[in-house]
């Protein structure tokens, strides 16, 4: 007589009422580390900087068909609490929908591929092994998150041959995208600094808000690029320009401007910067001013090309939903930008529409419709 199945929907109930806000532990990888031990993985936690993270593996360290999953199971505040009609940690089940914080963000995909890795190692046991490389870091600054279990994976000689990341990807129809990529995100801090003065003497200042609204132009108006093969065109956003100057008779002496640069795979965060530092400069000699510039490159772009991989996880998508996944690189970024550099990745989960949200929510049937795509996958990847 075969054995209960693991019920992913109740796993993510489960992992729903440990308040697990980043970088809080919540009790989320203590549930895990219990019933992945009970199913016969080796279990370590890889804690760092604060942060609790989870690596687990069935079967001989260093095989030459090891597949790994990664995920998180820490969320973002809950924001209002009073805005909710449900209690954020509360898992609670109405019309077909589980609702709380990181029901779809993603503790449903932990559980899925929690769920589908207990149940295919001990009813199919594979030749090979399979790692679960969980997270308590994603949502934050992701410092001490993934790159921690990156960290001990090589210092313990593991490694995964490939990785999915169980990410929400489809944007309204369960199946419908996967990752293939993400584009690269940057970040850009400018300090304009001139002279302070009265308004009706403007030849006796040096005004940094004109200089200021010249670089902004310049960068806004720049064409990055048209786009490639997989990627949409690199995109610059001027996200704020404050002088905190209340007067209306004085030019201010200092001015700052922020810009955010999504870009694809033709950029590197080393050649963008640069870019910046020399539109800054050029700006700076027309206007005689001084102009201080702070970049944070938050992910470079990537992409693993169409090939066994999608191949795999779109066919199993196909099966399971009738649905063939569109091959994406759209959207923030992901802890798939510190895996591409271990072993090759994709990513794919389900439909993210209210991640984030008040009354974060996510359909059971789809939790169980995961679970069914990842199993599929192990035994196609192993089979």
């Not at 600054?141 to 960290?151: C, P, Q, W």
């Not at 902004?216 to 108006?221: G, Q």
């Not at 949409?232 to 956003?237: R, W, Y």
């Not at 200092?254 to 530092?277: K, P």
Request: net charge negative.
């Amino acid at each position: 007589m075969s054995a209960t199945p693991t019920d992913p929907a109740a796993l993510t109930a489960a992992l729903i009422r440990c308040p697990s806000v980043t970088p809080e532990e919540g009790g989320a990888l203590v549930l895990l580390d219990e019933a992945l031990s009970a199913a016969g993985f080796d279990c370590v936690r890889v804690d760092r900087g604060g942060v609790s993270n989870l690596f687990a593996r069935w079967g001989a360290r260093g095989h030459a068909r090891t597949f790994g999953f990664n995920g998180h199971t820490d969320v973002v505040p809950v924001g209002d609490e009073a805005a909710w009609t449900v209690a954020p940690f509360g898992a609670e089940e109405r019309d077909g929908w589980l609702y709380g914080r990181g029901a779809t963000d993603m503790k449903s995909g932990v559980a899925a591929f929690a769920a589908a890795a207990i149940d295919f190692v001990r009813d199919t046991p594979p030749d090979g092994a399979v790692i679960l490389a969980i997270t308590g870091d994603e949502e934050g600054d992701a410092l001490d998150g993934t790159v921690a279990l990156l960290d001990h994976m090589k210092s313990a000689d593991e490694a995964m041959s490939v990785c999915l990341v169980g990410e929400p990807t489809c944007p309204e129809t369960m199946g419908e995208m996967m990752k293939i990529g993400r584009r690269g995100s940057m970040s850009a801090w400018f300090t304009v600094t001139g002279v302070q003065g009265h308004s009706a003497y403007p030849h006796r200042a040096r005004n940094p808000l004109p200089a200021i609204a010249r670089l902004m132009d310049r960068l806004a108006s720049h064409e990055l690029d048209q786009g490639t093969a997989h990627f949409d065109p690199s995109t610059l956003a001027v996200v704020t320009i404050d002088t905190g100057n209340p007067a209306t008779n004085v030019i201010p002496a200092q001015g700052r401007a922020t810009v955010n640069i999504r870009f694809n795979d033709l950029h590197s965060g080393d050649s963008l910067s640069a870019w910046l530092r020399a539109e800054a400069a050029e700006v700076a000699r027309e206007f005689d001013v001084g102009i201080e510039v702070v970049i944070k490159v938050s992910g470079e772009a990537f992409l693993t090309p169409p090939g066994p991989l999608s191949d795999l996880v779109g066919a199993a998508v196909a099966a399971e939903t009738g649905v063939t996944p569109e091959l994406s690189t759209t959207g923030g970024t992901s802890d798939a930008r510190f895996i591409k550099d271990h072993c090759p990745v994709v990513e794919f989960g389900l439909v993210g529409q209210t991640m984030h949200q008040v009354d974060e929510r996510v359909e059971l049937a789809q939790i169980h419709q995961l679970k069914a795509i990842y199993g599929r996958i192990l035994a196609s990847y192993f089979g």
